[in-house]
């Protein structure tokens, strides 16, 4: 099956732009989460969708990152304005149920690499 | 909340050698705990998922197993390669919901 697909793979912007990066989930998978990761940290979980449902956010910082999930299939976050703390790789997954379903049912794209300079 | 620890921070061994990666978590209370693996650019690749029955789980030369009285899991893998050089992240799950990832044990096998 094909996997969770991410763009872009890198971006570069100046403090204060904004940004928007695209998830496109495994196909039928109505889970879909978007992490952060800081380079040399784990990833961090800033929203998790059910659908088009968000199921927890409480980590996302709202004042400047939002996300969406039209039609319960690929989903968008944005960060407006992005400050230099934004930059890191930025993860979408997906997975058929919350509890994941299968031995690995969680999958993961590959991410987009965020500079803010 | 829950707290997630990786130990050691990186690791250099020779290929061949026999290695564990250690985490340990906070809140014993968890869903499942699950290996990752990562390598440069790419994504997270699950390696093994222990539900919070289990005390152990294997795949080919990979072997976790899990204390969750103790908050304590290890990934053990036997006869290393250089193609097992990557970061090994480890993710507990204490509801439905969201896993909570320690820092990853970045390991270098040396041919």
């Known amino acids: 099956e094909a996997g969770v697909a991410q763009s872009p793979r890198y971006k570069i912007i100046e403090k204060r732009q904004s940004v928007a990066f695209w998830c496109n989930p495994i196909?039928?998978?109505?889970?879909l989460y978007w992490y952060q990761q800081i380079l040399g940290q784990g990833p961090k979980l800033l929203i998790q969708f059910q659908n088009n449902g968000v199921v927890d956010d409480s980590q996302l910082p709202k004042d400047r990152f939002s996300a969406e999930r039209l039609k319960g299939v690929d989903s968008t976050l944005k960060i407006q304005p992005a400050k230099l703390e934004d930059s890191a790789v930025y993860l979408c997954a997906s997975s058929q149920s919350p509890t994941g379903g299968t031995r690995y049912g969680y999958t993961f794209g590959s991410g987009t690499r965020l500079t803010v300079v | 909340k829950q707290e997630v620890t990786q130990i050691p921070a990186a690791l250099s061994v020779p290929e061949g050698e026999n290695l564990v990666l250690n985490c340990s978590f906070t809140d014993s209370a968890i869903y499942n705990l699950q290996w990752f693996r990562q390598d440069p650019g790419k994504g997270l690749t699950s390696l093994l998922l222990?539900?919070?029955?289990?005390r152990e789980q294997t795949s080919g030369r990979l072997n976790a197993s899990l204390d969750k009285s103790s908050g304590r899991s290890t990934l053990y893998i036997a006869a290393s390669q250089p193609g097992d050089s990557a970061t090994y992240l480890c993710a507990v799950r204490p509801n439905f919901n969201k896993f909570y990832f320690g820092s990853g044990t970045k390991l270098n096998v040396k041919p």
């Open positions: 196909s039928g998978h109505a889970t």
């Open positions: 222990i539900q919070s029955s289990q």
